[in-house]
């Protein structure tokens, strides 16, 4: 079964704007990490947030957990067309550190 | 290459014969996962390897499914008897011990079942 679910589904901006996306998971987690996959490179993992952490950058990344509210979201700053692809946060929640993955938010980067 | 591998890529077979694939861990991973991951989902679970010991299956994993890490290096997932249903990219990825830095994938081998 799948626990995080990620909000919008979709979204299409403009290249150098900002780009947010959400995911609520439901039980108590380790941490939680965001992927990238496009057809290139396949799934790429981005960054991995604790749970007793509230904020994280690296890069044009930064993001949030609200574990009161079982929430993250990822925000991308100043988005390039690079940035088009799938991303998908992923929780880890047990003892044997196996992932459960939401469904993802197709991201489109327009010129 | 230091990453991941699958082989093979892409794999088509007719319904009913048996297909395995590979995949070779980044060689310090002690960790290694396999998912599935059908059109517009995320991954799902399947199983996970602890060096050779294979430590959970999830009930995604059929008795038609199996596999395999045989010293702890490489592994393989066969399956066998394969339905329609089986068309689905299988993913495989490696992990150190902890959830540290997150798990690497490989690009993953896109089974069509005809």
């Known amino acids: 079964s799948q626990q995080g679910e990620e909000d919008p589904q979709a979204l299409s901006i403009q290249e150098g704007e900002n780009a947010t996306m959400n995911c609520s998971y439901k039980t108590s987690i380790n941490n939680l990490q965001w992927y990238r996959q496009n057809s290139g490179r396949g799934l790429v993992h981005l960054i991995l947030i604790r749970s007793n952490e509230r904020e994280k950058h690296s890069g044009r990344l930064r993001v949030t957990l609200d574990t009161s509210k079982k929430s993250s979201s990822l925000l991308i700053t100043a988005s390039r067309a690079a940035d088009t692809a799938s991303y998908f946060c992923?929780?880890?929640?047990?003892?044997?550190?196996?992932?459960?993955w939401g469904a993802g938010t197709k991201l489109i980067i327009k010129p | 290459d230091t990453g991941v591998s699958q082989n093979p890529r892409h794999k088509i077979t007719k319904r009913g014969q048996n297909v395995t694939f590979r995949c070779d861990p980044i060689?310090?991973?002690?960790?290694l996962y396999w998912y599935r991951q059908t059109l517009g989902q995320g991954p799902e679970f399947l199983t996970y390897f602890q060096n050779e010991a294979q430590l959970e299956k999830s009930r995604l994993l059929s008795d038609r499914f199996s596999a395999e890490r045989p010293k702890g290096s490489f592994s393989t997932l066969e399956i066998q008897r394969t339905e329609q249903g089986d068309s689905a990219m299988y993913l495989c990825a490696s992990s150190v011990l902890v959830g540290l830095g997150g798990a690497f994938f490989g690009q993953g081998t896109r089974l069509t079942v005809v």
């Open positions: 992923a929780t880890d929640a047990g003892s044997n550190y196996q992932l459960i």
């Open positions: 060689s310090e991973h002690n960790r």
